[in-house]
């Protein structure tokens, strides 16, 4: 004797049971109040779902969902060229700042590095030289100025991004509708 579970209810109705476990499903549903409410609920669901015709796809459909996928795609990719450029453009501008100090450090310490002086002193020299120009670069009003810097540039990529977004969402929703 099998224990009947609504699996084994639901093979009964798909007719997927062997013959002699249809018999003794057909048994005990007769013989048990409970399988036969069981089996009823579950009779009118399988009826029902039955009776229920699939949607038929347009044609068109794979051509449709194709477009708005690659029309998506296209999203990220300006995003990321638009990080890029900004990343390449506080890149830049951390170089210019390091040679301005470079440039300023050599020109500061050339004079005072005279021809007696080894290699080893007149890398000292130019890297004491470098520290000094950074930490006034740094402090005070040199690092306001560039805090200022990186705050505007922080804002106008901020305001280019979400430009951005809002034209590329209009265009989603714009490609949508076609």
Do not use: W
Request: with cysteine; hydrophobic share 40%.
């Amino acid at each position: 004797m099998i224990h009947i579970t609504d699996e084994i209810l639901n093979k009964y109705l798909d007719g997927e049971l062997r013959l002699s476990e249809t018999e003794q499903v057909k048994s005990a549903i007769v013989n048990s109040e409970e399988l036969q409410k069981k089996f009823n609920a579950l009779k009118i669901v399988h009826d029902n779902l039955s009776i229920i015709k699939e949607d038929e796809v347009n044609l068109s459909f794979t051509d449709n969902l194709m477009k708005k996928i690659v029309k998506r795609t296209a999203v990220p990719k300006q995003q990321k060229y638009f990080i890029a450029s900004v990343v390449t453009f506080i890149t830049l501008l951390c170089l210019v700042i390091f040679g301005f100090s470079i440039s300023a450090t050599i020109s500061t310490t050339s004079s005072s590095i005279g021809d007696s002086k080894s290699v080893l002193d007149s890398v000292s020299g130019l890297s004491e030289g470098l520290v000094k120009t950074l930490q006034q670069l740094f402090s005070g009003t040199g690092l306001s100025i560039i805090g200022s810097i990186f705050s505007i540039i922080v804002l106008i990529s901020g305001y280019f991004f979400f430009e951005m977004q809002k034209r590329a969402k209009a265009h989603l929703s714009n490609g949508q509708h076609l």
